[in-house]
């Protein structure tokens, strides 16, 4: 990591303060990120999958679905 | 003298126009200026359907009181309903069938009986055999992808009960389409019925005939094209974010040049594989070039360039171009939206065109069938056949110097992690800066390109408008390219682009105002993701109510019909440009473009001008954010104590 690089901003008081600039690395990418494969086991993939892709088939349903009578 | 016709945007495609007016090679460009669109045919005014006619039913002239019927009494609304029909039964039928195909050659990969191909993304096997109610516990991943592949193929022939996969829609969409008795059963039996209803003598109630239509429809969105998504997916993996580049320009002079053309991603996936062979390598380097240089056109580069990154040449209209360059050694063509005039070009050169589906031959070309089952051995003899021609190349070779940096790779799943990471991946971020105004609403803008508009100026006019107003952009096919080629597709687009509220939030993603979601089958990821919406909370209970519309500005495709049906009846205004197929009858397209809303909470439009498209696009997502009462934009305000007291 180069050297961080601050910019001078005011605050809502009108005091200039130093915030952090960027602080990533500049140059493209050469590969895809697969963050697929930190779930590398099938009960963390199970987890996974319980909570992130299919919470729509709870059975309380979710959100604007959440019903008191069923369908 | 006469002004030039511009025929495209795009820089590279009008310079190889000019190399091939030059050269006198016909590309579907000067055949459009030949062939101009029969007037009765463009409003689907003529049935063809028993061989007593056809019969012509041009419209009635203006205070003419006269109707106008065919021999058999038909009236226009029933021929221009049957027309309709039968376009978007093809189009279900071509994305369906693609999916056939991928769930044969899935089931042999799960078997080991496919050549290079495997399970590579166990994540989603399991998540789809979940979808599919397949017992995953204690089961060994091939047994459960074997499984998966036996009921996804029922889903073809199923005669009765109702697709798996609609089970995925919001519940309220799903109680309307049963109460509607339009919910698809099988893939195929909604194909088969919609060309028995518009056979002679059968359905002759235009609205009994769109009704239908819609059901095959709902079977290419909800069904085919989404079983072929996760299936691809599971054997070629979920894409993720990934740098490509796109244009012409992609193609090299030093290289041997191999293009993937069509739709289906099996040959393609293993020329890529092929292509790192260093014996291969090494027989490029022997014929006297660099290497091999893999090139996509069309959807087939869609496929390649979501998972591997590998560069994309252009979209539908720069097919013929690609060897008009005459630097492209081998273009391999599967299914669907590869032109008969390719042939032609490549005779002019010494390419060699390769047809390699067991669907498709062109009269001409070499025929090489691909069979998963020595597929790569396959992928190994058509690099080997590219590499002996590369000496052959004569003529002038000139390749654009057009290619643009893009990112791709927005698979709904990739969005659900990068809004919210591994442990709280959700849609929730986007829902909430749609209810606090950032973003305005999304649109999906897809389709293909039409030579009766300048090529790329439909879709990039309306996608640059549409984000300029904070509406986020979703695209896929040819559309997700011409954004490529324009610069709309890197995360920088969205600060040169994109209004303030929706520069904001890409920023802060780190994502383009503009994400390209894949191939055209793909649309079913649109869905899935609209559906994630719904489910989030927040934007109502149904598709209908979401600030979310559809448009495909430069469709020529039976397969756009079919896609624009299927975004209709799933609840969501859809407009599209270029032509429009029922205006042949007020009533048909009144009931699409109006007693649809009633019906469906989704409808179709009509308007030429993108722009205009695009406002109409912005005021039907102004609607439903009234509808939802988040017509102000919200600030996020973090209440001090001071606040909070007076609150109390």
């Known amino acids: ?71 | 003298m006469a002004e030039e016709k511009k025929r495209s945007i795009d820089k590279a495609t009008e310079e190889l126009l000019e190399k091939a007016e030059k050269e006198q090679i016909s590309t579907a460009f000067f055949r459009a200026d030949e062939i101009r669109p029969c007037p009765i045919g463009v409003e689907e005014s003529c049935c063809k359907v028993c061989s007593m006619g056809p019969c012509r039913l041009p419209r009635s002239k203006k205070g003419e009181e006269k109707r106008r019927v065919g021999v058999c009494g038909a009236t226009i609304e029933t021929v221009v309903a049957r027309n309709f029909a039968r376009k978007i039964a093809a189009g279900t039928a071509a994305h369906s069938d693609h999916a056939r195909e991928v769930v044969e050659t899935f089931l042999k990969a799960a078997l080991g009986q496919a050549q290079g191909f495997e399970i590579k993304d166990e994540v989603k096997l399991l998540e789809v055999a979940l979808d599919f109610n397949i017992e995953i516990e204690g089961k060994e991943i091939k047994d459960i992808a074997v499984e998966l592949g036996r009921k996804a193929l029922d889903e073809f022939g199923k005669q009765h009960g109702e697709l798996v996969y609609i089970g995925k829609a919001p519940l309220k969409r799903q109680e309307l389409w049963r109460r509607l008795g339009v919910v698809p059963r099988g893939v195929d039996r909604e194909v088969v019925e919609v060309m028995h209803r518009t056979h002679m003598g059968v359905d002759q109630d235009y609205t009994h005939i769109i009704e239908q239509a819609t059901r095959c429809a709902l079977a290419d969105g909800w069904g085919g094209s989404m079983i072929s998504t996760d299936l691809q997916d599971i054997m070629f993996g979920t894409p993720v974010p990934v740098v490509g580049k796109i244009n012409l320009g992609v193609l090299k002079e030093d290289e041997v040049n191999v293009v993937v053309h069509g739709h289906e991603p099996f040959l393609p996936e293993l020329l890529a594989a092929a292509s790192r062979d260093p014996e291969i390598k090494k027989l490029a380097e022997k014929a006297g070039a660099k290497g091999i240089n893999l090139a996509g056109m069309c959807c087939s580069a869609n496929e390649v360039l979501m998972r591997h990154g590998i560069p994309c040449a252009g979209n539908f209209l720069q097919q013929e171009l690609a060897l008009v360059t005459g630097a492209v050694e081998l273009m391999t063509v599967d299914v669907q939206c590869q032109m008969q005039g390719l042939q032609d070009v490549a005779a002019c050169f010494h390419t060699k065109l390769v047809t390699t589906s067991d669907r498709a031959k062109i009269e001409g070309a070499v025929h090489m069938e691909f069979h998963p089952d020595s597929g790569l051995d396959m992928a190994k003899k058509i690099l080997k056949m590219a590499i002996e021609n590369y000496p052959n190349r004569r003529g002038s070779v000139y390749i654009p110097d057009q290619a643009r940096d893009i990112v791709v790779g927005f698979s709904h799943e990739t969005i659900n992690y990068l809004l919210g990471g591994l442990f709280r991946a959700s849609y929730r971020p986007l829902n909430d800066n749609i209810i606090n105004g950032r973003i305005r609403g999304v649109a999906g803008v897809v389709g293909c390109n039409n030579v009766r508009t300048v090529h790329d100026s439909a879709h990039i006019a309306m996608i640059k408008e549409l984000i300029k107003n904070d509406v986020l952009v979703l695209t896929t096919g040819c559309a997700a390219m011409a954004c490529g080629k324009e610069g709309l597709l890197t995360p920088e687009a969205a600060r040169e682009f994109a209004g303030d509220g929706l520069a904001e939030v890409c920023e802060a993603v780190g994502i383009p105002p503009v994400l390209h979601m894949g191939a055209c089958v793909d649309n079913s990821r649109l869905l899935i993701a609209a559906t994630a919406m719904v489910k989030e909370g927040g934007l109502g209970d149904d598709l209908s109510d979401l600030p979310v519309v559809g448009a495909a500005p430069e469709w020529m495709s039976e397969k756009a019909l079919a896609i624009g049906q299927y975004f209709v009846a799933s609840g969501v205004f859809t407009v599209f440009g270029t032509t429009w197929p029922t205006v042949g009858s007020e009533k048909v397209t009144r009931h699409l473009f109006e007693e649809f809303e009633e019906i469906y909470k989704g409808m179709w439009a009509y308007e030429e001008d993108p722009v205009k498209a695009a406002h109409l696009m912005i005021s039907q997502i102004d609607k439903k954010r009234k509808a939802l009462g988040l017509e102000k934009a919200r600030e996020r305000v973090l209440f001090d104590m001071a606040m909070r007291r007076e609150l109390a």
Request: net charge neutral.
């Open chain 1, 1 to 71: 990591m180069s050297e961080y690089i601050y910019d001078e901003k005011e605050r809502f008081d009108g005091e200039k303060v130093k915030v952090l600039g960027p602080t990533y690395e500049e140059g493209k990418p050469d590969g895809s990120y697969d963050w697929k494969a930190r779930l590398d086991t099938r009960e963390l993939t199970v987890n996974y999958l319980r909570s992130a892709l299919r919470y729509w088939y709870s059975k309380d349903w979710f959100g604007s679905e959440r019903r008191k009578k069923d369908a």
